[in-house]
Nanobody, 115 residues
Framework: QVRLVESGGGLVQAGGSRRLSCAAS????????IGWYQQAPGKQRELVASISSGGNIHYAVSVKGRFTISRDNAKNTVALQMNSLRPDDTGMYYCRRTTALGDYWGQGTQVTVSS
């Protein structure tokens, strides 16, 4: 069983930055990819950024050039550096770890960007 815990959310002004972290614990095996998802108020959860086990990185068009995903294999963490934040970046941010045994989700961390 893998447990994911997100942290780093909070209130930030537009144009500011925030760094989210997703820490994995428990029975940690290999993964296929790890992704960060945003769920804005009243909307479905959407992929923001992902990184595969081979290091391939994908960004949603809306965050390309502003967000950076990175991982620290030794610490079993994946970070999302969020720069030039906009009000439409507001939402709950979830970490998902995809493995051969299934998907694991964290409980989310709230990011609120004020205009």
């Amino acid at each position: 069983q893998v447990r994911l815990v997100e942290s780093g959310g909070g209130l930030v002004q537009a144009g500011g930055s925030r760094r989210l972290s997703c820490a994995a614990s428990g029975v940690i095996g290999s993964f296929k990819d790890i992704g960060w998802y945003q769920q804005a108020p009243g909307k479905q959860r959407e992929l923001v950024a992902s990184i595969s086990s081979g290091g391939n990185i994908h960004y949603a068009v809306s965050v390309k050039g502003r967000f950076t995903i990175s991982r620290d294999n030794a610490k079993n963490t994946v970070a999302l550096q969020m720069n030039s934040l906009r009000p439409d970046d507001t939402g709950m941010y979830y970490c998902r770890r995809t493995t051969a045994l299934g998907d694991y989700w964290g409980q989310g961390t709230q990011v609120t960007v004020s205009s």
